[in-house]
């Protein structure tokens, strides 16, 4: 091949090369264009799907949709990202696994970090910082209110019932002794039972009178048993009115988690708070919810509840703010943070984000309407 064809050849595949990449450049800048509209829409149609359930004040379920500490900080975040989001109702077991199987985005409620649940799963930046706390009740006045209420309980009216059902019982009994041998017991039905009754209450309560008293010895033996159990039923009954009227002033001496020692103290089942008195070895009565709790309380069952502080603020300022109080030692430093599946790879950005959040002013005001002023 002489020079002249290398030549020729070279200069048609030269221009080849440039007509192709002419052609191309349309296309490249139509790609171009596409991937810049792409990057000013939102990061994706898809709904992330955030675990959450009702624990006021982090995650409130209204008619108007989730509210609530956590839920605010989450839909920030969200909106800064430009994801949108779907909250999904779970118990608090449920929200774990399901977050660490990546069946959910996150876990977004009152989740404290702890060493277990960090083995599990990868956390945010704690957004809040608080702890255990006790609620009392309110003042002495307020206490002999809720003390009055427990006599118009059913419990007492129970207790009334029976007391007077055992007097109707010794009544009829002496009745039946003395009614043929003993004039003061008339065989008149209800002259004569009225009798017993009237003698059965005033032993009962040690006055004895003595206008009426058995002759008979079966009445007599009657009336030697009566004596002695009076004394047993006057003595519980008295220690369980003596009990309504100072359960609730028990409060008025707790400041620690010391002075829980003897009290009588409520908590949650299986929560950190139970797991605390356990280890505290402070005897504590468990119950199903922080409601039944704070409720038993304020019924003068209870000299204290311990539970999360925030928590115990929200439902105090919102259900029992005559009855009860918290008071203001935090027990165990508890931070909360919203979970996240173990290796997220947004854990960076959405810590950011949160960090954003929480250095915000208008962040303290939403914690204010929540928890109030502290």
Do not use: C
């Not at 002495?140 to 309980?153: C, G, H, L, P, Y």
């Not at 002496?174 to 041998?181: C, D, G, K, Q, S």
């Not at 259900?319 to 165990?332: A, D, K, M, Q, S």
Request: net charge negative; charged share 20%; proline share 4%.
């Amino acid at each position: 091949m002489t020079p002249k064809h290398i030549f020729s050849a070279l200069h048609n595949s030269l221009t080849a090369v440039l007509i192709v990449a002419f052609l191309q450049m349309p296309i490249a800048a139509m790609n171009t264009a596409v991937a810049a509209e792409v990057a000013a829409q939102p990061a994706s149609d898809k709904v992330y799907r955030i675990a959450t359930r009702h624990a006021p004040p982090f995650s409130v379920q209204t008619e108007q949709g989730w509210q609530g500490i956590t839920i605010e900080l989450v839909k920030r975040v969200a909106d800064a990202k430009q994801h949108q989001i779907e909250f999904v109702d779970m118990s608090i077991d449920e929200m774990l696994d399901a977050t660490q199987s990546h069946q959910v985005a996150a876990a977004a409620a009152a989740l404290t970090i702890t060493a277990d649940r960090e083995k599990r799963l990868d956390f945010t930046h704690p957004y809040l910082t608080s702890g255990l706390g006790i609620a009392v009740p309110q003042s002495e006045q307020v206490s002999i209110m809720a003390a009055v209420k427990r006599f118009v309980s059913g419990d007492f009216l129970q207790a009334v019932g029976a007391l007077l059902l055992v007097l109707s019982v010794i009544g009829i009994l002496l009745w039946l002794a003395e009614r043929r041998h003993n004039s003061q017991f008339s065989e008149q039905p209800m002259r004569g039972i009225g009798a017993g009754l009237w003698w059965s209450a005033v032993t009962m309560t040690t006055v004895g009178y003595g206008d009426k008293a058995p002759q008979t010895t079966s009445g007599r033996i009657i009336a030697l048993i009566w004596m002695f159990a009076s004394i047993i039923i006057i003595s519980g009954f008295t220690a369980a009115i003596a009990t309504s009227l100072t359960v609730n002033q028990l409060g008025q001496s707790i400041n620690s988690l010391d002075d829980l020692y003897n009290k009588r103290v409520i908590t949650v089942a299986e929560s950190t708070s139970d797991q605390l008195l356990q280890e505290k070895l402070i005897r504590h009565r468990t119950v199903a919810t922080i409601e039944e709790a704070l409720a038993a309380l304020a019924d003068g069952k209870a000299a204290a509840v311990v539970y999360d502080l925030p928590i115990l603020q929200y439902m105090v300022a919102n259900e029992f703010n005559e009855e009860l109080r918290v008071l203001p030692n935090i027990l165990v430093r508890q931070d909360y943070g919203i979970a996240l599946p173990p290796g997220a790879q947004e854990r960076e950005t959405i810590n950011q984000e949160i960090l954003k959040v929480i250095n915000e002013p208008e962040w303290n005001k939403v914690l204010e309407g929540y928890l109030g002023r502290n």
